[in-house]
DNA sequence: AACCAGGGGTACC
DNA sequence: GGTACCCATGGT
């Protein structure tokens, strides 16, 4: 069963490379795969302004809409970027395709609080490692789904060693152990404004503004969070003088802050 | 083979 | 409240 989504505004290599998912792969034979909710899902670029998605329609209005934020229009985000700030409007164009994802919370807190000082491929290999260690099994493929917090609060510290994670292990710990326990409730989190969320998020060990915007972000769809790291430091720095263009983009700023952080790094995936 | 990576905690002042 | 310094591991 398959889902055709018809827009010039969805490019799964561009999401896939953007930096914000770490378990979406392009398969030998040009499909791009991801696991996530439990599942595979595979997709396909097939015309400009057309993907096919492999999923019954049921799963695509359940999962996988969202998940893309399909109901959100790009095209419209791009249009009301401010004129005249030329390096946005060339980041929005290189990455034309770009959607920012509705992540899984859990998933997105452990993959960001995993990226302190990783490349992209640090991130995606040690993301992996752990779903390869402590994760279940996925129907239709030999990778596994993403850990729950219950398995990873299991387990000692010198378990979770074993997936090196470095001195990221007992920040990983303290998630698992406040996420399990109901202490830090994910799913009534996304009822709460801005400031509460990222607040709630910053009680983690290990977590600290940046991450937890990028939760913010990448999981709950707060399209007005700019995650500072060292690139968009950098588009500061170098391409603004100094002078964080951010808080005058309004309600999109992370959605441009996206484009730019891509743009900076110049180019696709490392 | 050094150097550095989508940072954050801690110890100072 | 600001600033060095360290953290553990893998790519480049």
Redesign the pocket.
């Known amino acids: 069963m398959a889902v055709w989504v018809d827009t010039d505004d969805f490019d799964p290599r561009i999401i896939m490379d953007?930096?914000?998912c770490f378990r979406m792969v392009e398969t030998p034979d040009g499909l791009f795969e991801l696991i996530a909710f439990g599942q595979r899902l595979t997709l396909q670029k097939e015309g400009p302004r057309r993907v096919r998605l492999d999923c019954a329609p049921e799963a695509f209005d359940r999962l996988w809409r969202p998940y893309f934020d399909l109901d959100t229009d790009y095209a419209a985000i791009a249009a009301a970027a401010p004129q005249g700030d030329h390096y946005l409007a060339k980041a929005l164009a290189v990455s034309h395709g770009l959607r920012i994802l509705r992540q899984e919370p859990w998933e997105t807190l452990c993959a960001?609080?995993l990226?302190?000082?990783?490349?992209?491929?640090?991130?995606r290999?040690?993301v992996e490692a752990l779903c390869d260690r402590f994760g279940e099994p996925v129907p239709g493929t030999a990778r596994k789904a993403f850990p729950t917090p219950q398995t990873l609060a299991a387990q000692s510290e010198a378990q979770l060693?074993t997936c090196?994670?470095?001195?990221?292990?007992p920040?990983l710990l303290d998630a698992a152990r406040r996420v399990a326990s109901g202490q830090l409730d994910l799913a009534a989190l996304a009822a709460q404004p801005d400031d509460m969320l990222l607040a709630a998020l910053?009680t983690?060990?290990?977590?600290?503004?940046?991450?937890?915007e990028?939760v913010l972000l990448?999981a709950y769809a707060r399209h007005a969070h700019?995650?500072?790291?060292?690139?968009?430091r950098r588009v500061i720095d170098l391409r603004y003088g100094g002078v964080s263009p951010f808080p005058g983009y309004g309600p999109y700023a992370g959605v441009y802050?996206?484009y730019m952080?891509l743009l900076e790094?110049g180019g696709l995936?490392?």
């Open positions: 953007s930096g914000q960001f609080i990226s302190q000082r990783k490349h992209l491929k640090a991130i290999a040690c060693r090196a994670l470095g001195y990221r292990t920040y910053c983690v060990h290990g977590v600290g503004v940046k991450v937890a990028c990448f700019v995650p500072i790291d060292v690139w968009i802050q996206q952080f790094k995936d490392s």
